[in-house]
């Protein structure tokens, strides 16, 4: 929230929102004593599609801050119209020209984001698909960019054309 520029007042409302839950369980009609959360909010928590959007609005401008990257170059079918991504629920596609510089351009950017959120892509549902790259090129990108990040619903689909 820093990075989009919202008011330190309203970070530490919404980050009390999150740090002071806690549960009771019900056993036998009886509950328990209130238990805290080790992690942040969990699916179903009313406030997950908000935060969740506010993280994406700070990776989308991270991704189109991308034209200003000395080195990048846009995917050649989304050049014209200045594309580097399309997100959904919890999909991420990633388009840039299939060269070590523009796939390093990505890896930054998307560093940044995983970096200001604690949010990373899954590498079991991570893909990058290659088009007319060689396998010089290829293998370059692959050993040098496979995303070191884990535990993260995001699934990311990269796709590299020359």
């Not at 942040?40 to 406030?47: A, E, L, T, Y």
């Not at 997100?87 to 390093?104: C, E, I, R, T």
């Not at 290659?130 to 619903?153: A, E, L, M, S």
Request: proline content about 4%; charged content about 15%.
């Amino acid at each position: 929230m820093e990075g989009l520029g919202f008011p330190n007042r309203f970070i530490s409302w919404i980050m009390e929102c999150l740090q002071s839950v806690n549960y009771t369980i019900m056993i036998n009609g009886e509950t328990t004593s209130p238990f805290g959360v080790a992690k942040g909010p969990r699916q179903g928590d009313p406030s997950s599609p908000y935060l969740f959007s506010i993280a994406m609005e700070y990776l989308s401008r991270k991704l189109n801050d991308l034209n200003h990257v000395r080195g990048f170059s846009y995917h050649p079918r989304c050049a014209k119209l200045n594309i580097t991504h399309l997100s959904f629920v919890d999909d991420l596609l990633l388009f840039s020209k299939g060269d070590f510089n523009s796939a390093a351009a990505l890896d930054s950017a998307f560093g940044q984001f995983s970096t200001a959120s604690g949010s990373q892509a899954n590498l079991g549902k991570s893909t990058i698909y290659f088009g007319g790259v060689t396998h010089v090129v290829k293998d370059r990108i692959v050993q040098h960019f496979v995303w070191r990040q884990k535990n993260y619903h995001l699934k990311t689909l990269v796709f590299l054309y020359p």
